[in-house]
């Protein structure tokens, strides 16, 4: 990515720590120091300092201009998969920012449309995944995959994640870690009942890009949804589709990003 650095324009997203508000004020110097521009609402450039987390919250106050905007994650906890840079490195972020040194990567979104008995459709996008339950009672949702009925789901919820989202909860309900370059998404089951009445197929399934996966409600019931870490509550809806969105997400990366590397150090490495 090359442009003149006096016209980039960047903001900055801190978790409101006192580590994270220091580090937020002196990048801000920084950067301004090198004659960039701060813009809080249409920046070019967002640097999330605090966990992934944070750059979640970044990402959906800039979901409307995705194809504007790149992100990169300062980490002022745990090594994060989306916040990758320490605070010790801080300057030289800053520098290889003010010189243009770093190339753009794009990585899949989730598209979700939420259909409701009035007629309406909400559209969201996910970072990392959507989830459904129903609070009160066991979730049932009839699952259609690309236009074909697959099975009725009785259970405790279900999780639709992207490829970058499959190491964050995908991960903890037993679903498949998925580079996050691979077009695809991935449904994950949440406590299926399996008997000899009910059958589900157990398994994480994976769609590719050209799929879509649509959930019906076979009863009428509350539910409730999250949207990364957005917490929806639905009464009167009649479906939800998921498939991979046209858009993407875009990340400033500066130095190789060893994904299976990151993989192993947050799961299998000792400390």
């Known amino acids: 990515m090359k442009r003149s650095v006096n016209s980039l324009r960047f903001s900055i997203q801190s978790r409101r720590d006192s580590q994270s508000n220091e ?19 249409e920046p ?29 994650g300062i980490h002022t906890g745990h090594l994060g998969f989306y916040a990758d840079w320490k ?9 290889s920012i003010a010189k243009n040194e770093f190339n ?22 996910a970072l990392n995944e959507a989830t459904v339950k129903s609070p009160d009672v066991t979730l049932v ?10 099975e009725r789901f009785r259970g405790d919820g279900l999780c639709i994640s992207t490829p970058s989202g499959s190491t964050a909860y995908n991960k903890a309900l037993g679903g498949a870690i998925i580079h996050p370059s691979i077009p695809a998404l991935q449904l994950t089951e949440m406590a299926s009942i399996n008997n000899r009445v009910f059958r589900t197929v157990g398994s994480p399934l994976v769609l590719p890009a050209h799929h879509r996966c649509i959930l019906r409600p076979v009863t009428e019931q509350k539910f409730t949804m999250t949207i990364d870490h957005k917490h929806l509550i639905q009464n009167d809806l009649t479906s939800i589709t998921f498939n991979v969105a046209s858009e993407k997400v875009r990340f400033a990366r500066f130095r190789p990003f060893p994904f299976w590397e990151r993989v192993h150090d947050s799961f299998v490495a000792n400390e």
């Open 23 to 41: 580090l937020m004020e002196l990048a801000k110097t920084y950067l301004t120091d090198f004659g960039l521009i701060l813009d809080e609402e």
């Open 44 to 72: 070019e450039f967002v640097i999330s300092i605090g966990g992934d987390g944070t750059l979640l919250h970044a990402f959906h106050r800039h979901s409307h201009r995705l194809d504007q905007v790149a992100f990169v």
């Open 87 to 95: 605070p010790s490195e801080l300057e030289k972020l800053v520098l």
């Open 104 to 125: 753009i990567v794009e990585y899949p979104l989730l598209e979700v449309n939420v259909h409701t008995q009035s007629m309406e459709t909400a559209r969201y996008l």
């Open 141 to 150: 949702m009839d699952i259609e995959l690309n236009g074909t009925p697959f």
